[in-house]
Antibody
Framework: EVQLLESGGGLVQPGGSLRLSCAAS????????MTWVRQAPGKGLEWVSS????????YYTDSVKGRFTISRDNSKNTLYLQMNSLRAEDTAVYYC??????????????WGQGTMVTVSS | QSALTQPASVSGSPGQSITISCTGS?????????VSWYQQHPDKAPKLMIY???NRPSGVSNRFSGSKSGNTASLTISGLQAEDEADYYC?????????FGGGTKLTVL
């Protein structure tokens, strides 16, 4: 069964850091690009960042550039999101998701259950 | 990176058909055939319903269909059922990034 399981969320103070993890199983992890999408409480979906299958190419939404870093360890079938200089507006459920094909333009066909990040003093 | 425009809410009675629109620009919806639609029930992860404008993943009911004209994509749900009540989001690829719509709440009356 194809599965994604996020972890690492929690409560952090403004300016703090957090690292999210997403453990993948049931598919050839290094063949697919992966992404992080977040959803603030009561709000819509917002794309955050994507990474190619090899990890050599990364992409970010403007609001997190310079603060967040996406990475992956293909030997561990795990995706990461290092979040630094956190702000209150980063408070959200963070989902990891798998691209449907090897193309970075394709849709997200498998989603994790999400992990909550709360930035508050 | 402007969000795509969707109606905040739509509603319909069981058995009826509804259409949700998703308006972007020539840089996203109009420029690529990489529009997707996602269904999200409360406190659940999103689920892919339509990809590449018109295609349904395996297991998704054929009551769901997608289309596009110019800078506007649409999701049509026919034969509405109670279980279709959810939030629906469109998304489009554009120059290595992804933009989502604001979401549409579907109420089945």
């Amino acid at each position: 069964e194809v599965q994604l399981l996020e972890s690492g969320g929690g409560l952090v103070q403004p300016g703090g850091s957090l690292r999210l993890s997403c453990a993948a199983s049931g598919f050839t992890f290094n063949a697919f690009a992966m992404t992080w999408v977040r959803q603030a409480p009561g709000k819509g979906l917002e794309w955050v960042s994507s990474i190619s299958g090899s990890g050599s190419s990364t992409y970010y939404t403007d609001s997190v550039k310079g603060r967040f870093t996406i990475s992956r360890d293909n030997s561990k079938n795990t995706l990461y999101l290092q979040m630094n200089s956190l702000r209150a507006e980063d408070t959200a459920v963070y989902y990891c998701a798998k691209y449907r094909t090897t193309m970075i333009a394709s849709a997200f066909d498998i989603w994790g259950q999400g992990t909550m990040v709360t930035v508050s003093s | 990176q402007s969000a795509l425009t969707q109606p905040a809410s739509v509603s319909g009675s069981p058995g009826q058909s509804i259409t949700i629109s998703c308006t972007g620009s020539s840089s996203d919806v109009g420029g690529y055939n990489y529009v997707s639609w996602y269904q999200q029930h409360p406190d659940k992860a999103p689920k892919l319903m339509i990809y590449e404008v018109t295609n349904r993943p395996s297991g998704v009911s054929n009551r769901f269909s997608g289309s596009k004209s110019g800078n506007t994509a649409s999701l049509t749900i026919s034969g509405l059922q109670a279980e279709d009540e959810a939030d629906y989001y469109c998304s489009s690829y554009t120059n290595y990034i992804v933009v989502f719509g604001g979401g549409t709440k579907l109420t089945v009356l």
